[in-house]
């Protein structure tokens, strides 16, 4: 996802996960003490022992490949054909090279003779072209197509279908693996004679990996692992044959010779090394690692591992007692399609709360792109992974929605997948800042779709369900046992409720649609909600254009309501019951932030003031986004927004755009110039 700013000066920061949301390449140093980590154009670089995030490196294009042949120096290869050495140790790049290949889609370099092939992409559709790189003092680069007339490179949908080693190259197709060796020139072939289906996936391999110059393994799609220890002599009968997974895993190789796969079982399993008194058995396992694991990769000595899920969650085990060794900090990847919107933390303003991995919840820090926490609200194993790419899960239990107060966060878990009705609803007692304890589950006779906390009393909440029923749920303690219940319900005229406000000052404005032949007609609803007191309707507005969305404005406005249909935007005062200004702007969304008020659609996100109707800044987006949150740090402004792979973060700065607003009101264009006055 791309943002362009309409003034450079105004976005001080601009953060963004990865296209796709997922970890593209892992490297370890020789010394154990710094894991690698590519992800689109961004390396980052981590503490192995802490998991701490020293500092990003910014590069002009993808990275596809990353190399440490040396402690201190790591080698970038990217898709424009750059190859970048940088020193770690300092922080600097220390030799940047053009390798002149403007479509490079991987790189391999050989430790021991120290040649380079590049792998580029070719006219032929799915074919690529592999070539061996010479590079001299002088800064002399020459290149050579690798292969001959004998060995034909077959079509590949993946790089993981290609490896390169050393001393020779090897691809898959179908029931086939395929090597050729570089010094003789001869070529081989392995076909898969086995059952042409295994429980209900098609036999065919999925990805090659080279290791030790000489070793290869394949993986079958249905979970089976073939290694050869020396493809060089023979291809013929495989050295070993494992199977442990349900799908086809990520392997690798340890310098002892043992094997070590993750599957979508979120399961690390080492086997016993070729030889051993105890031969190719499974010997020790990590379980419950929480997600799918999508990506392995070992250090030079075989001592540490690196573990990428599914769900961007990085990890560092230690081989030698197959336990965790440490998390690398990461910005998880929501997993999934039942996602409420990004959410306010009233007791960590600075945090966003969104969804995790199936069945969690994550607060996430705007300023650095990384997950903090996570809540477990689901007790339940990891859900059935159907295909990891592009994810599909198997029927599960998710959250559906997450309200939190300074002491209580209320969520609400739904099945998703089928049609089985399964609904409950969880109060967590915050004992400190980022850790929760369960103290009260209720389930709940159908799904809810929005959850809010009141801003008067940690101990009351609103939410709205599939029945279009506004429900308070309140704590009393009973028998010294603290249990929460649903002492108020309310609808409106049995109309389906479309959207809803937080609550503030005791407020909650909601949106009900009408059906039938009235189809655009819909109705903005008030509610007042006072402890001690019924719930009530304290004003109304019917609108014959189809309200999409509203929200309360920021402080010290925050009796304004502002709601967006698909002609216009609109503010309403609702202690004037009159309408301070509407905009002629089709089809707006808004998003909440602690000080200034946000509307967004496909094109652009608009920071507005909410008093006269005009903007303060807009931000251009390429991509379409489903929520956006603002939080506020002293003199700055962060604004999380996510879509449906990944989130963008910027950073704005409040004085600046302050004075930007007060020179707009004076005269200028701003999206909102056409402002009408309507009284109610």
């Known amino acids: 996802m791309t943002i362009i700013s ?13 296209d796709n949301g997922t970890v593209d390449c892992v490297v370890i140093t020789p010394d154990n003490k710094c894991v690698c980590l590519s992800s689109g154009k961004k390396v980052a670089i981590h503490n192995a022992q802490t998991g701490r995030k020293e500092y990003i490196l910014s590069e002009a294009s993808k990275v596809v ?6 402690t201190m120096r790591l080698i970038i290869y990217l898709s424009n054909g750059m190859r970048i050495e940088h020193d770690l140790s300092t922080n600097t790049a220390l030799e940047c090279r053009d390798l002149q290949e403007q479509h490079l889609l991987a790189a391999f370099e050989d430790k021991e003779s120290r040649v380079i092939f590049i792998v580029c992409d070719s006219e032929e559709l799915c074919v690529p072209i592999i070539k061996k790189v010479t590079m001299n003092v002088g800064r002399e680069i020459t290149k050579q197509l690798v292969g001959n007339e004998s060995f034909k490179m077959p079509k590949i949908h993946s790089l993981k279908q290609l490896t390169l080693s050393g001393q020779f190259m090897a691809a898959c197709e179908d029931l086939f693996v395929r090597t050729y060796l570089f010094e003789s020139g001869i070529t081989r072939a392995y076909k898969f004679t086995g059952k042409e289906e295994f429980n209900g996936v098609r036999s065919c391999f999925i990805s090659v990996r080279a290791f030790h110059s000489v070793s290869l393994i394949a993986v079958l799609s249905f979970g089976r692992v073939l290694v050869w220890d020396n493809v060089i002599r023979q291809l013929r009968t495989p050295t070993q044959c494992v199977h442990w997974h349900r799908l086809a895993p990520s392997v690798i190789l340890t310098p002892q010779g043992a094997i070590i796969s993750g599957g979508v079982e979120g399961v690390i399993v080492k086997y016993a090394a070729h030889g051993s008194r105890t031969g190719s058995t499974a010997d020790s396992f990590l379980s419950r690692l929480g997600a799918a694991i999508s990506h392995l990769e070992i250090s030079e000595d075989g001592s540490l591992l690196v573990a990428a899920l599914l769900d961007n969650t990085v990890v560092m085990v230690l081989l030698s007692t197959m336990a965790v060794y440490s998390r690398l ?3 998880q990847r929501p997993i999934g399609t039942r996602r409420f919107a990004l959410t306010v933390d009233p007791l960590m303003p600075h945090l966003v709360v969104h969804n995790g991995r199936p069945g969690c919840i994550q607060w996430i820090n705007p300023c650095t792109m990384l997950t903090t926490a996570m809540l477990d609200v689901v007790s339940q194993n990891l859900p059935e992974v159907i295909q990891p790419q592009p994810p599909i899960l198997a029927p599960h239990i998710d959250v559906s929605a997450v309200a939190l107060s300074e002491t209580t966060i209320m969520t609400a878990e739904q099945r998703v997948g089928d049609e089985i009705e399964m609904h409950v609803v969880k109060f967590w007692r915050r004992n400190t800042a980022d850790l929760s304890s369960l103290e009260f589950s209720i389930p709940y006779e159908s799904g809810i779709r929005f959850a809010r906390s009141s801003d008067t009393s940690n101990y009351t909440f609103a939410s709205i369900d599939t029945a279009n029923k506004v ?3 309140e704590r009393y303690v009973d028998e010294e046992y603290s249990r929460w219940a649903p002492t108020q319900c309310i609808g409106w005229k049995g109309l389906r409720i479309t959207a809803a406000t937080q609550i503030c000052d005791g407020g909650l404005a909601t949106i009900h649609e009408w059906n039938g032949k009235c189809s655009r007609r819909s109705t903005l609803v008030v509610w007042r909600l006072t402890s001690g007191q019924r719930i009530r309707e304290e004003v109304f507005h019917d609108s014959t254009n189809k309200l999409s969305t509203v929200e309360w404005c920021a402080p010290p406005r925050q009796h304004i309501l502002i709601a967006c249909s698909t002609t216009e935007a609109l503010a309403f005062d609702t202690h004037t019951l009159v309408f301070k200004w509407c905009a002629l702007h089709a089809n707006l969304m808004l998003g909440i932030c602690t000080n200034s008020s946000i509307a967004y659609d496909d094109a652009e996100v608009i920071v507005l ?5 005009v903007e303060k800044y807009t931000v251009e987006l390429h991509d379409k986004v489903t929520s956006i949150v603002g ?6 402004s962060s604004f999380l927004l996510a879509n449906s792979e990944g989130y963008v973060s910027f950073t704005c700065d409040n004085d600046e755009t302050l004075e930007r607003s007060e020179g707009r009101q004076k005269g200028g264009r701003t999206p909102f110039a056409r402002l009408m006055d309507r009284t109610r």
Do not use: K, M, P
């Open 65 to 70: 490949t990353l190399c440490c042949n040396d």
């Open 631 to 636: 939080t506020n740090a002293g003199e700055f």
């Open 471 to 473: 429900v308070i749920w």
């Open 329 to 331: 900090e990461t910005l």
């Open 6 to 18: 309409e003034n450079s000066s105004q976005v001080l920061a601009t953060t963004r996960q990865n």
């Open 609 to 613: 003031d909410e008093e006269i109707g």
